[in-house]
């Protein structure tokens, strides 16, 4: 069975300063990693995917994610925190060969950056 | 390009009630999803659609959930009868094609709220 882990709830970081939410995963074989956010009562908006290839992924709205293959990580990084990114994000993994094509995704990982 | 419309974006009735949510995916979408979010969950899939076909159900509680797909493009979610823990927000999203690399695109969702 495929799942992810977002071992925090929450994050907090001042406008300015570096984010990173922190994802691990458990997948049979190789996995595609997906970021989603999510802004209050709205749907999941598609941020970066890894595939293959460089472990650095760049995304949308300057985010970028590292995939690391023996920690099992795909952490979602920002040098420079704004404001307008406190949403709430989600990690999802599905895996390369399976029958299932099922996405998986973490309990989400809230972020709130202050002005 | 218009997005995943879903209707309605807020529903409440009491337990032992029926409702219905409707999806319409990105035009040419063959594949569409439905998910459940609970608050503080992660979504969770509950059917997915390959044009008008069923691919995977396997987590829809088929006693009381049923969702359909007539004609391969737009869908319908219904609960029959709701119970109190099917307060969540119902999710619809859709993809291109059934794509293991591929990312979703989701609507906004429909609230329910059963009392």
């Known amino acids: 069975a495929q799942s992810v882990a977002q071992p925090e709830d929450q994050v907090n970081v001042a406008e300015g300063n570096p984010l990173t939410v922190k994802c691990t995963y458990s997948?049979?074989?190789?996995?595609?990693l997906f970021w989603y956010v999510q802004y209050p009562n709205r749907g999941l908006q598609f941020l970066l995917k890894?595939?293959?290839?460089?472990?650095l992924v760049k995304g949308s709205y300057g985010f970028e994610a590292e995939f690391n293959k023996s920690q099992t990580s795909f952490h979602l990084k920002k040098p420079s925190a704004l404001v307008s990114d406190s949403a709430l994000y989600f990690c999802?993994?599905?895996?390369?060969?399976?029958?299932?094509?099922?996405?998986?995704f973490g309990a989400g990982t809230t972020v709130t950056v202050r002005a | 390009e218009a997005g995943v419309a879903q209707s309605p974006r807020y529903k409440i009735i009491e337990k032992r009630q029926s409702v219905a949510f409707w999806c319409n995916p990105i035009?040419?979408?063959?594949?569409l999803y439905w998910y459940q979010q609970i608050l503080g969950q992660g979504p969770k899939l509950l059917i997915q659609?390959?044009?008008?076909?069923?691919?995977?159900d396997s987590q829809l509680p088929k006693d009381r959930f049923s969702a359909e797909r007539l004609k391969g493009v737009d869908s319908t979610l219904k609960i029959q009868p709701a119970k109190l823990e099917d307060s969540a927000v119902y999710l619809c999203?859709?993809?291109?094609?059934?794509?293991?690399?591929?990312?979703?695109?989701f609507g906004e969702g429909s609230r329910l709220t059963v009392l």
């Open positions: 999802a993994v599905r895996a390369e060969r399976s029958n299932d094509y099922k996405l998986s």
């Open positions: 659609f390959q044009n008008n076909g069923v691919v995977d």
């Open positions: 997948v049979s074989g190789n996995p595609y």
């Open positions: 890894y595939i293959t290839g460089d472990n």
């Open positions: 035009s040419g979408h063959a594949t």
């Open positions: 999203a859709s993809s291109l094609v059934r794509q293991r690399a591929g990312e979703l695109f």
